[in-house]
T-cell receptor, first 110, second 116 residues
Framework: DAKTTQPPSMDCAEGRAANLPCNHS???????VYWYRQIHSQGPQYIIH???NNETNEMASLIITEDRKSSTLILPHATLRDTAVYYC???????????FGTGTRLQVTL | NAGVTQTPKFRVLKTGQSMTLLCAQD?????MYWYRQDPGMGLRLIHY???????AKGEVPDGYNVSRLKKQNFLLGLESAAPSQTSVYFC???????????????FGEGSWLTVV
């Protein structure tokens, strides 16, 4: 699976959009980009995934660059409850395992 | 719908003792996983299973054994606990991805293990 690079930490004001970047310059054509988050030592929670196209669900939007070498997770209106560690992971569709890095610690403040 | 359930949630062991962590999922998932997470670090895969009766090693398998006798259960055993195994353990499960469909992996809430 391709490696990912994320900033170790970010801050965001409550109500503003949180834009979390992820670099995956060695991604292969069959690898998806996944985002999970972990709130204060709870089990990781799935957020969203995508292959080529931008994706949106009730939690977030995922913007993938045309060359697929980077992506951005967007939380459109961050709340205090979005404070968590966010993990960007790339994984082939057929792969059975998720490999976690150290993620980005997002702190949402008043 | 319970999802992925881990027992026990908290346990303190003495060095050299043995114990088993139980993971149960009610989603009829083929794949199951055991991860550990040390303070300030990401999750690391210990062992995983792609089906009943099959198991495979992950990144950090030493000191652990696993069994998948029933599809819905995945057991993680520590035969002789060591302080280095003090960690939070997470179980997870998903449908099979063998056909390339990127199914979501669902995680349990964690089991806190302290070895003194």
């Amino acid at each position: 699976d391709a490696k990912t690079t994320q900033p170790p930490s970010m801050d965001c004001a409550e109500g503003r959009a949180a834009n979390l970047p992820c670099n995956h310059s060695t991604i292969s054509g069959n690898e998806y980009v996944y985002w999970y988050r972990q709130i204060h030592s709870q089990g990781p929670q799935y957020i969203i995934h995508g292959l080529k196209n931008n994706e949106t669900n009730e939690m977030a939007s995922l913007i993938i660059t045309e060359d697929r070498k980077s992506s951005t997770l967007i939380l459109p209106h961050a709340t205090l409850r979005d404070t968590a560690v966010y993990y960007c992971i790339v994984k082939a569709g057929t792969a059975s395992k998720l490999t976690f890095g150290t993620g980005t610690r997002l702190q949402v403040t008043l | 719908n319970a999802g992925v359930t881990q027992t026990p949630k908290f346990r303190v062991l003495k060095t050299g003792q043995s114990m088993t962590l139980l993971c149960a999922q009610d989603m009829n998932h083929e794949y199951m996983y055991w991860y550990r997470q040390d303070p300030g670090m990401g999750l690391r895969l210990i062992h995983y299973s792609v089906g009943e009766g099959t198991t495979a090693k992950g990144e950090v398998p030493d000191g652990y054994n696993v069994s998948r006798l029933k599809k819905q259960n995945f057991l993680l055993g520590l035969e002789s606990a060591a302080p280095s195994q003090t960690s939070v353990y997470f179980c997870a499960s998903s449908y099979s991805s063998a056909a390339g469909t990127p199914y979501t992996i669902y995680f349990g809430e964690g089991s806190w293990l302290t070895v003194v």
